[in-house]
């Protein structure tokens, strides 16, 4: 068995009995790849860029819409990204960014989010747009409606520390990081873990391909 063969047999393991891995990535379009895992995997959501499906009760698979979606999931699936334990796992992606299996996540709500991290999905939010605009040369109302005491609490949290550290690494648009669709709850050595489920949108990504759309 050839290298490819085998890297289809690894890559189909855990889908249905319906899906063939061999005849979904012999499609060329967005679109055709889109309507074949419509045809054979159960949608989950669906963005500007890409839509995922459920593979099985481990794996959830992440295909690009359009450039965007590639550009995302190329930034999702580089080696260096896993190393953060703040990101769910990747663990097959297409070398072109067509697609990629992500580890499932499962769900979080407003208390479950406070009770693994330590801070609200909105002191989150605010912090972050804090962070964001602190570097400016104008001041902006917002910072300074914050108090020592808040900006104290956010950025001795451990959670915190790790996300800021991780955004400042790799250049993140946080904006959708305040939002409770961007993070999963997934087991890490036996432990429930939040981790980001949506971390490809770099500043270049946005700069090349929503930013100009915003023009």
Known sequence: MDAQCLLNQLVAEGYPATFSMDEFSRINSYAGKLRYADAHLTKLASGSGRTVYQIDNEKVLKIAKNGKGVAQNQIEAEPFLQKYDLTARVFESDSRGLYLEMELAK???RKRFEQLTGVTIEDLADYLRYENQRHQVRACAFCVNHSPEFIAKMS?????GSLSSLNADYDFK???EGRLS???EVLRDGQPTIVLVD?????SVYDQFYHVELK
């Open 199 to 203: 971390f490809g949108l770099t500043t």
């Open 156 to 160: 001795n949290n451990e959670f915190v």
């Open 107 to 109: 769900k979080v709500g």
């Open 174 to 176: 946080t904006g959708d």
């Open 182 to 184: 961007t993070w999963g």
